[in-house]
T-cell receptor
Framework: EAGVAQSPRYKIIEKRQSVAFWCNPI?????LYWYQQILGQGPKLLIQ????????DSQLPKDRFSAERLKGVDSTLKIQPAKLEDSAVYLC??????????????FGPGTRLTVL | QQQVKQSPQSLIVQKGGISIINCAYE??????FPWYQQFPGKGPALLIA?????SEKKEGRFTISFNKSAKQFSLHIMDSQPGDSATYFC??????????????FGEGTQLTVNP
């Protein structure tokens, strides 16, 4: 089966600009996650969707970050305006469901964002 | 209470040796403990996972040891190979159908296996 797809793979922007990332999860996976991975650190969850509803966005900087998952499939993560500290890899992951035994998370290759 | 502490930060072993990476957690609600392997430029990939109802799980050369009372778990890589050179992350989550099931990751261990 096809894996999690993300685009673009790389993005360079100036601070205060806006940027958007796209994710297509594995077919049939109801749960979708966006993680931020700063260089040298483990991924940190930004937002979790169950179908097209948000179940956890407690660590999402809502003043500048937004995400949506229309029709419960693809998802878009947006940053507006970007700050220098947003430079990171943005990882999308999906799972069949939120709880065991369906909660194995499959990660995409990520989008590397550089904010200058 | 959500932290997962991982050590060592980096590890160098010889081919054929045993690699051991340790993690500790505080949140007793955690009930799922996966290990992920990440190569440069790639997303993390699940290696092996354990739930707290067992103390050990083995898959090929990879073994998780779990100590519920100490709130610690570790990854053992037997007969380490140069192809195992990667960054390894432990993680933990409290799985639930009705609320978030975020993975809380450790800081990562950069493993280098010398030929």
């Amino acid at each position: 089966e096809a894996g999690v797809a993300q685009s673009p793979r790389y993005k360079i922007i100036e601070k205060r600009q806006s940027v958007a990332f796209w994710c297509n999860p594995i077919s049939g996976h109801a749960t979708l996650y966006w993680y931020q991975q700063i260089l040298g650190q483990g991924p940190k969850l930004l937002i979790q969707f169950q179908n097209n509803g948000v179940v956890d966005d407690s660590q999402l900087p809502k003043d500048r970050f937004s995400a949506e998952r229309l029709k419960g499939v693809d998802s878009t993560l947006k940053i507006q305006p970007a700050k220098l500290e947003d430079s990171a890899v943005y990882l999308c992951a999906s799972s069949k469901g939120p709880a065991f035994p369906y909660n194995e998370q499959f990660f995409g290759p990520g989008t590397r964002l550089t904010v200058l | 209470q959500q932290q997962v502490k991982q050590s060592p930060q980096s590890l160098i072993v010889q081919k054929g040796g045993i690699s051991i990476i340790n993690c500790a957690y505080e949140n007793t609600a955690f009930d799922y403990f996966p290990w992920y392997q990440q190569f440069p430029g790639k997303g993390p990939a699940l290696l092996i996972a354990i739930r707290p109802d067992v103390s050990e799980k083995k898959e090929g050369r990879f073994t998780i040891s779990f100590n519920k009372s100490a709130k610690q778990f570790s990854l053992h890589i037997m007969d380490s190979q140069p192809g195992d050179s990667a960054t390894y992350f432990c993680a933990a989550s409290a799985t639930a159908w009705t609320s978030g099931s975020r993975l809380t990751f450790g800081e990562g261990t950069q493993l280098t296996v010398n030929p």
